[in-house]
């Protein structure tokens, strides 16, 4: 099939890559020229892990293409999949305003039938104000379109095996053309694919996105209870997961969800409940734990050291989770805010997540950059850990003692056992352990 994708980041490049990949011709169609300029040199403008290999691959193949003018994209397909941004917006609802854009815009230069598919996140509903928008800028009202809801589940991290191995395909549809072009694009996978109407769709999104961010503060509190009475989260949480009713996934205690989908899109679900004269109160919750997180974990840095105020404090993990560079919202942030408010000199190191970590903390008397995760921890008096690289937990943990200060681990991802880092002779203090 021929497929458009419009939005060329996590999930666009994903989508177009992975279709590619399953034999489709694509298109990709990006706003910014400097980004279609690097994909069309086979370069990617993030990191994902095997996505600059899928993508050489497939343009190299002649199925995957990149441009920034969306006349081509229409004119190169009927089906046009919607992957562009949809960030908080100040009052914490979801901003739609590149999602109308696309829809606009489309509108305006449709000479024939489109379908439109939100693979964007999206509020309930959102389907009604697409159909509504091409309506309005359509020149030939006569010229049929149909609009879909396609959500997208993949994780950063693992986004190209989630994408062609998901647990599920929700597909929100109105027509029999707009179900049938469906059929044909997904009959090779090997999934359920779930047909329904498009705001169930929308909605299967966010309340599934909540739902995980509720199973992440769920055990949060558990974990500060664990600390309270002497339990193991880590224990609690396997207890608790060999139930099928609950299932161990998400239940990780640390320092916090973040990234570009958790906190965004529960703010918005909470907003959308509101909008509709309903009181979500369980997600404000889920919302508060979140936000105390790196306050918590602050403490227990202050518990530990006593006082910051002049300290070299080694960071290991910008990231909000391994195997990606993406930094939107990562507890790192709030809590290298707190460290630099307390006075602390800091020598951060992530894999991949340094460059993005610098356009918000550039490097400074206070920031430094460590080349590797070694010389991050050199003469540091402790050492944070928040992100669960693979890297770190592979660490040589002798030669980070020796180069140490003071040989104390405060680990808010919880990656080593208590018994072994302190018979290597470590003050390790991790999460609700
Ligand atoms: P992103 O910000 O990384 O990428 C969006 C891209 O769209 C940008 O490159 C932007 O320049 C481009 N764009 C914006 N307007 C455009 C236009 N009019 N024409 C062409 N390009 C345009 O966003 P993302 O992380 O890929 O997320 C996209 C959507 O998917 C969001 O709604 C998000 O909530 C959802 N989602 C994200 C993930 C994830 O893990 N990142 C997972 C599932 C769903």
Redesign the pocket.
């Known amino acids: 099939m021929r497929i458009t994708v419009?939005?060329?980041?996590?999930?666009?490049l994903t989508t177009g890559a992975c279709f590619a990949h399953l034999g489709n011709e694509v298109l990709v169609?990006?706003?910014?020229p400097q980004?279609v300029e690097l994909l069309k040199s086979g370069r990617s403008p993030?990191y994902e892990p095997g996505l600059e290999e899928l993508l050489r691959e497939n343009i190299k193949e002649g199925r995957l293409r990149f441009t920034s003018d969306?006349r081509e994209g229409l004119e190169f397909s009927e089906v046009i999949f919607i992957?562009?941004?949809?960030p908080q917006a100040p009052d914490g609802s979801a901003d739609l305003s590149?999602v109308e854009?696309?829809a606009r815009?489309t509108a305006k230069l449709m000479t024939s039938y489109k379908l439109l598919v939100e693979?964007?996140?999206?509020p309930v509903n959102t389907h009604k104000l697409v159909k509504r928008t091409v309506y309005r800028y359509l020149k030939d009202k006569s010229i049929p379109y149909d609009v879909a809801s396609n959500?997208?589940?993949?994780?950063?991290g693992s986004?190209i095996e989630d994408f062609l191995k998901p647990d599920r395909i929700v597909v929100g549809v109105e027509s029999e053309r707009a179900k049938s072009i469906f059929q044909e694009l997904y009959k090779s996978f090997d999934c359920p694919v779930i047909y329904t109407d498009p705001a169930t769709s929308e909605l299967i999104k966010h309340a599934s996105n909540s739902f995980l961010a509720m199973k992440i503060s769920f055990i949060n509190m558990v974990a500060d209870l664990c600390e309270k009475t002497g339990a193991d989260v880590k224990l609690v949480a396997d207890g608790m997961g060999y139930d099928k009713r609950i299932g161990r996934a998400f239940l990780n205690a640390g320092i916090g969800y973040g990234?570009?989908?958790f906190p965004?899109?529960v703010k918005a679900f909470i907003r959308m409940a509101q909008d509709y004269g309903l009181d979500f109160g369980l997600l404000k919750d889920v919302e508060k734990i979140n936000q105390e997180r790196p306050v918590r974990f602050l403490d227990k840095i202050k518990y530990v050291l006593w006082s910051l105020k002049d300290k070299k404090v080694a960071v290991w993990g910008l990231s909000f989770k391994p195997n990606t560079d993406d930094i939107r919202e990562a507890p790192s942030i709030r809590i290298v805010e707190l460290l630099l408010k307390e006075g602390a000199y800091l020598s951060l190191y992530d894999p991949k997540a340094m460059e993005n970590f610098k356009l918000v903390f550039p490097e400074g008397r206070q920031v430094n950059y460590a080349k590797d995760m070694y010389s991050a921890v050199e003469n540091a008096s402790v050492l944070l850990i928040l992100t669960e690289w693979e890297e770190f937990q592979k660490a040589n943990l002798q030669r980070v003692k020796e180069l140490m200060e003071l040989p104390v681990i405060v680990d808010g991802r919880n990656i080593f056992e208590k018994d072994a880092m302190k018979s290597m002779g470590f003050e390790y203090y991790a999460v609700g352990r």
């Open positions: 419009v939005g060329a980041g996590y999930v666009g169609v990006e706003k910014i980004k993030i969306l992957c562009v941004g949809t590149q854009e696309v815009e693979k964007s996140t999206v959500p997208e589940f993949l994780r950063e986004a990234g570009s989908c965004k899109d």
